[in-house]
């Protein structure tokens, strides 16, 4: 397939660099941004487009990686153009495939593929993509298309369906985005307590690493460990009297979650009143 890209920020960049080293031909880049477009275009050695009508014309497959709030706009676009025959594929996690509308009157075959990593970088963040996990939904033709491409360059597709986008795209964000802000609340309050921010990544990259590879091993279940888990109702205390209110919140939501997983884990032991104190704490304020 031929393949062009409407949006050249760090999906596209990326997207485009992993398909082109895996052999696949990448033509081109179209963006409203001339100069990422040229150093997108530079990266994966193809094509800077002046024209979206050019690149659409000369792709069989148009990757549209815009921002989300872009897309439909784009694609009312494209709407104008010859699309027989193409498959049209965005990549957000968010939107289903339905939000390019009227795709069966234009003969063309629409999906969404959206990856299932952090992209932080336009120019490196393509070398997570090797074996990396996708979502796809869509009209059959194009997931079949899709599906079979990135299979063959040793990814994992796993099919969904439109009404699960939200549900999906809010599980990847609390796997992504907020464990990041738990993150810096630990972080936060070992600095509060003598650290220095370097010294407080440095100091718990063990117990937060070793953390993520029990539960991908054995489960979040299994890799429950620490004081709720233990029932130790004092240390959880303490632990409530020394955050502030904001903190305190989060501790409590998260906390009570935890208890769920401590049930499941020991049947024979009553969180009753390690329950009850998380829910209490909320009450007080």
């Not at 079949?144 to 986008?165: H, R, V, Y």
């Not at 010294?199 to 489960?219: D, F, H, P, W, Y």
């Not at 305190?248 to 009570?256: A, D, I, K, T």
Request: hydrophobic share 35%; charged share 20%; net charge negative.
């Amino acid at each position: 397939m031929e393949i062009g890209f409407i949006g050249a920020g760090r999906v596209g960049c990326s997207l485009g660099k992993y398909l082109s080293e895996s052999g696949q031909q990448v033509i081109g880049y179209y963006d409203t941004d001339k100069q990422l477009a040229e150093e997108a275009a530079a990266f994966t050695n193809s094509k800077r487009f002046d024209q979206m009508e050019k690149l659409a014309a000369q792709s069989s497959l148009l990757f549209l990686t815009t921002p989300d709030g872009v897309i439909q706009r784009v694609w009312e676009q494209l709407c104008q153009l010859p699309l027989e025959g193409k498959i049209i594929c965005h990549c957000s996690g968010a939107l289903p495939s339905d939000a390019l509308t009227g795709m069966q009157k234009k003969n063309a075959y629409g999906c969404s593929l959206h990856p299932m990593l952090p992209f932080s970088t336009r120019f490196s963040s393509y070398e997570q993509l090797k074996g990396a996990f996708f979502t796809i939904e869509g009209e059959q033709t194009a997931v079949n298309a899709m599906s079979e491409l990135f299979t063959i360059l040793g990814n994992t597709i796993c099919k969904i369906s439109a009404d699960s986008k939200p549900k999906y795209h809010a599980a990847a964000s609390i796997l992504s985005n907020h464990v990041i802000a738990v993150l810096h609340t630990g972080y936060q309050l070992l600095e509060q307590c003598g650290f220095s921010k370097e010294e407080a990544v440095q100091a718990t990259k063990a117990l937060v690493m070793q953390n993520i590879e029990n539960v991908c091993q054995s489960g979040c279940v299994q890799a429950l460990t620490g004081p709720i888990e233990r029932d130790d109702i004092k240390t959880v205390e303490k632990h409530l009297h020394c955050l502030p209110a904001e903190d305190q919140e989060m501790y409590r939501m998260l906390g009570l979650k935890l208890v769920q997983l401590a049930e499941e884990k020991n049947e024979d032991k009553d969180y009753g009143q390690m329950r009850r104190l998380l829910a209490k704490s909320g009450e007080n304020r």
